[in-house]
Each structure stands twice: as C-alpha cells, then as structure tokens.
C-alpha cells in the first residue's frame, strides 16, 4: 500500500521555540493532506486539511497562527508548532490519500511525539 | 467534530475468543474506516467499507454497515495476543466529495489476555 513518512518521530523541545514536523508521501502524489493531534488516551482530532498550493483549512478552535501548515509540493506537508508551551505536547498524526475519488483509504504517517519542557 | 462513538470503551477477553467492537456515527457517509492504533504509534488502516456495502470481510476481520442505524461493527475472530490495541471507527462525510479529512470514534482499548 502508498506509504506516508512522518519526520520526526519524537521530539523534545524547550518552551518558546517552534518545532516543524514533516509529512511525506512517498510513492504518491497527495493534493491533501490531513493533520491530527491526539492526546494521551483520547481519539484523532483533526487539525487542519493542507492543500497543495493554497491555504490550509483549519478546524474550528485549531490556531492558524500557532499550527502553521505548508504544502508547498505533491508529496510534502510541513507543521510548524510556533512558540511551544507544555499544553501543545502532543501526538501529531498525518495523512493523506491516495485520490481515487472519495472511496479511498487514508494513509497515515508514523506520528510525531511532541514533548514541550 | 468528533461524532463516531465506539463501544464499548475498553474490552479484555481470552485469547482464541471473538471480539466485537460497535462504532455509532451521525452524518451522511461515503465510507466508514477501521483503524488500529499500538500504544503511541501511528494507525494501521484495517479495512474500508462504502455506504453501499452491508458487510465485508478481511482474513479474522469482519465489518458491518448499517447505515439505517448510522453504525458499524467491527469483528475480530480467534483472537491473537498481538490484536492487543486501541481500534478506532472513523467516517468520510459524504458532503466533502474526498476532500475531508476523517472523524474518529473515541476508541475501543482491546486487550487479549493469553
């Protein structure tokens, strides 16, 4: 099946500095992709919805500011957590599909473990 | 907005037993997807059923659809030690054309005690 990468697996940061999490699809090309965060115990939210050369679409309650998305090529995806505070740690969980219309699986990245100190 | 409700909640049977997990969601779907996720990893995707399929089977895996009902269930027979994880339902709204990224159930924590 298409293979979603996501870089990098954890991460330790100091508060107030940002830290970008990448997501590749690597042998497909994804015009979106999608961004989740989970919180220990609890479901997938979904943060935001990238597209390929515009804007990302945010969730209701999801900082534009904060969660900054590029997708600047087919097959990449960047979030950037901009000044870090202990409340973003996080698992952040990426995807995308595969567009064969709407009837297609999502493929999700490895996570991102977030831990802001 | 979080609208597919998985019960139960937390499940721990005997190896070699059935394992059934119900998935209950709210909208209009093209499909209802099943996920498992090992503790802090990323998702595997199990299997997809479309909202015309009634029922659809993978190895020990069977999937139903109801969409009458708006749920689905989710069936793991002869259960293996290394089913232990969470499983999660999650919808694609048939209002999104594809373009949606999908809502998750809260999770059934399935432990198989050998």
């Known amino acids: 099946g298409a293979v979603v990468s996501q870089h990098p697996s954890r991460v330790i940061c100091k508060s107030g500095t940002s830290v970008k999490i990448e997501c590749r699809s690597l042998d497909f090309q994804a015009t979106t992709m999608f961004w989740y965060r989970q919180f220990p115990k609890q479901s997938l939210m979904l943060m935001a919805t990238s597209n390929e050369g515009s804007k990302a679409t945010y969730e209701q309650g999801v900082e534009k500011d904060k969660f900054l998305i590029n997708h600047a090529s087919l097959t990449l995806s960047t979030l950037t957590v901009t000044s870090a505070h202990p409340e973003d740690s996080s698992f952040y969980i990426c995807?995308?599909?595969?567009?064969?219309?709407?009837?297609?699986?999502?493929?999700f990245g490895q996570g991102t473990r977030l831990t802001v100190v | 907005s979080q609208q597919g409700e998985e019960d139960p909640q937390a499940l721990s049977i005997q190896e070699g037993e059935n394992a059934t997990m119900n998935c209950s969601y709210k909208t209009s779907i093209n499909n209802l997807q099943w996920y498992r996720q090992n503790s802090g990893r990323g998702l595997v995707h199990l299997i997809l059923?479309?909202?015309?399929?009634r029922e659809k089977h993978s190895g020990r895996l069977r999937v139903t659809l109801d969409t009458s009902k708006k749920s689905s269930s989710l069936l793991i027979t002869a259960s293996r030690a290394a089913d232990t994880a969470s499983y999660f339902c999650?919808?694609?709204?048939?209002?999104?054309?594809?373009?949606?990224?999908?809502?998750f159930g809260k999770g059934t924590h399935l432990i198989i005690q050998p």
């Open positions: 059923i479309r909202s015309n399929e």
């Open positions: 995807s995308a599909r595969d567009y064969e219309g709407a009837n297609t699986e999502a493929f």
């Open positions: 999650a919808t694609a709204e048939s209002s999104g054309g594809g373009a949606d990224g999908l809502t």
